[in-house]
């Protein structure tokens, strides 16, 4: 069975801080890719980044980057230099092969980001 | 964005009703998606569809079921509401049938059943 972990449920900064979002996954495949979404208040889900299990690359887009760590089934994001806009919840899910893509998707990081 | 709309977005019914939800889209994807959020458990499939007339269960599927007569169109239904099924439910799409394939999601529909 898969499952994912986001052990944060609330985290505060202010504005201009760094923040982690972590995300601890588990599954018996060998190929399996990771996902970030984030949920604005106004409810959407927005895709962030896919990542397969042959690439641990870390990954940076602007103010944001990953580290991807099979070594201990990692998959963390952070975000630097926060802004009230990142205000969001923060899903880390999971897909395996097989077929359909099915997610699995961890509870969720609330981000609070404050003047 | 891709094309997804969810029909009703909010709906308020009462125990032991009949509801359907609708997902539409204009993407032409093969596979899509029912999945319903809740505090403290995320977002947890419900049913999932891989073509017309092809569907499968998830992992919370109990008090649901769906149908896909057209590409385009996704209907989730609960055959006797319960309140334990008020809930946030969220549609998505996606063109792979491939692990790692990217899923689109609608806007959402917020359910409440008294």
């Known amino acids: 069975a898969q499952k994912v972990t986001q052990a944060q449920t609330e985290i505060s900064v202010v504005e201009k801080e760094d923040v982690t979002l972590d995300c601890v996954y588990e599954t018996r495949d060998t190929t399996y890719y990771l996902f970030w979404y984030k949920q604005p208040p106004s409810g959407e889900l927005v895709f962030l980044i896919r990542?397969?299990?042959?690439?641990?690359q870390n990954e940076i887009s602007g103010r944001y980057s990953w580290n991807f760590q099979k070594s201990t089934s990692s998959f963390n994001f952070t975000i630097t230099a926060s802004q009230v806009v990142d205000s969001a919840v923060y899903f880390c899910?999971?897909?395996?092969?097989?077929?359909?893509?099915?997610?699995?998707f961890g509870t969720g990081t609330r981000l609070q980001v404050t003047l | 964005d891709a094309g997804i709309t969810q029909s009703p977005r909010h709906k308020v019914t009462e125990t032991g009703t009949p509801v359907t939800l609708r997902c539409h889209q204009t993407?032409?994807?093969?596979?899509m998606y029912w999945y319903r959020q809740d505090p403290g458990h995320g977002l947890r499939l419900i049913h999932y569809s891989y073509g017309v007339k092809d569907t499968d269960k998830g992992e919370v599927s109990d008090g649901y079921s769906v149908s896909r007569s057209k590409t385009e169109d996704f209907l989730l239904t609960l055959e006797s509401a319960t309140s334990s099924q008020t809930s946030v439910y969220f549609c998505?799409?996606?063109?792979?049938?491939?692990?790692?394939?990217?899923?689109?999601f609608g806007p959402g529909t917020r359910l409440t059943v008294l």
């Open positions: 993407e032409n994807h093969r596979y």
């Open positions: 899910a999971l897909s395996s092969t097989g077929t359909a893509s099915k997610l699995t």
């Open positions: 990542r397969n299990s042959f690439d641990e």
């Open positions: 998505a799409i996606s063109e792979s049938r491939l692990a790692g394939g990217e899923q689109f």
